[in-house]
């Protein structure tokens, strides 16, 4: 099993930068795909950005540029630093985890919490 918790989220103004952070704990953390996921209310969950254990990153079209993810191995932990953030990246951001990449949600096992991110205008 594993366990993931979240958390970095919050309200920023569009053009701020927020940093998320996922501590995993329970199993072989470097041997997994990891990803943010996010979702609105009524939405589905939709990908926004993973990383393999070989380095490669994969991002939505949507946050490309803005967005980055990475790892810090010794401390078992995934982050997502958001720049550039828009009115419409607001949502609950989700890390999840996997043995493999994928950008549907639903083949993910492993989820954390959710963390709120808003972003006014």
């Known amino acids: 099993q594993v366990q993931l918790v979240e958390s970095g989220g919050g309200l920023v103004q569009a053009g701020g930068s927020l940093r998320l952070s996922c501590a995993a704990s329970?199993?072989?953390?470097?041997?997994?795909?990891m990803g943010w996921f996010r979702q609105d209310p009524g939405k589905v969950r939709e990908f926004v950005a993973a990383l393999r254990r070989n380095g490669i990153t994969y991002y939505a079209d949507s946050v490309k540029g803005r967005f980055t993810i990475s790892r810090d191995n010794a401390k078992n932990t995934v982050y997502l630093q958001m720049n550039g953030l828009k009115p419409e990246d607001t949502a609950v951001y989700y890390c999840?985890?996997?043995?493999?990449?994928?950008?549907?949600?639903?083949?993910?096992?492993?989820w954390g919490q959710g963390t709120q991110v808003t972003v006014s205008s």
């Open positions: 329970g199993r072989s953390f470097v041997s997994d795909a």
């Open positions: 999840a985890g996997n043995t493999y990449y994928t950008t549907t949600y639903s083949d993910w096992p492993y």
